[in-house]
Structure formats: structure tokens, C-alpha cells
């Protein structure tokens, strides 16, 4: 069985692809920050740092893809950060389940934190009926950097 085609990327942005390892979402933060930084947009690394984090963890641990891609997008004052798999055994959590009620739970908080940290997020089937690819995304705004909801 081949692996689905890979969506086409904009001329502004690159793609990161690495094997789903526990080292992923530390490797994949270190390329973001590397990217931002000489793309001249050191004040979006913090916030895009944690949430690229916190998506590529969930890829990780929750599904069976053997590859995390990693797109960046770079805009006029506004970055584009989109992490997909080609697993389509899991929706996201719903936001409000997010946390499941428990303050003191070691882990459930990363899609809160991604909506908290960015200006807008969502998740998208690129193929409606072909649920192998999900792509998890989220944007960081110039002038809202650093600002929670």
C-alpha cells in the first residue's frame, strides 16, 4: 500500500518530516525556533515552541503514523504552523474536554494551550472521505504574540 501524496506546499513555507520518535517534538522545536529566528520572528518562538510541542507529542503518543510532518508558514506579520500524520485513527479532543475537569491532571491540557497561545487553530481532513491525513494547525499573529485569550 503506498503513503497518500503529500499536499503541496505555498512558496513561503517549508516542511519538516521526521520519524514519530519519542525525540520528535524536541527536534521539531528546534527547527521552528531555527526557522523563526532567520526568518526574523524571534517574538513568535516561545509560544510556537510550546505548541509545536504539544502537537507533535500528540502525533507521537497517539497515533500509529510512522512520519510527523511539520509545515511553516511565513506571512507578513503572521506565522502558520501546521502539523499533520497520515493516521486517521483519532479525532482530537473536543477545547472543553480538554482538561476533563481535573486542575492537578499531568497531561489533557495541549490543545488548551495551543488555542490559549495562538491566534486561531484547527484541525482539517485535507481529503474528506480519505481520513488518513489530519492536519492539526495554528497561527501566531506579530501583534498578539506572548498574549493569552
Known sequence: MSSPTAPPLDRSAVRFSLTSTVTAPRLMRSLVTALLVTAGRPRLTDAARLCVSELTT??????????????????????????????????????????????????????????ELSAAWGV?????????????????DEETAGRAR
Open 124 to 140: 482539517a481532513w485535507p481529503v474528506p472521505r480519505d481520513r488518513r491525513r489530519k492536519t492539526v494547525w495554528f497561527a501566531l
Open 58 to 115: 500528540n502525533v507521537h503518543r497517539h497515533t500509529d503514523t510512522p512520519v510527523i510532518h511539520l509545515d511553516v508558514t511565513v506571512h507578513p506579520g503572521r506565522v502558520t504552523v501546521a502539523v499533520w500524520d497520515d493516521s486517521g485513527d483519532i479525532r482530537p479532543s473536543p477545547l472543553p474536554d480538554a482538561c476533563g475537569g481535573q486542575g492537578s491532571a499531568e497531561h489533557g491540557r495541549g490543545l488548551l494551550l495551543v488555542h
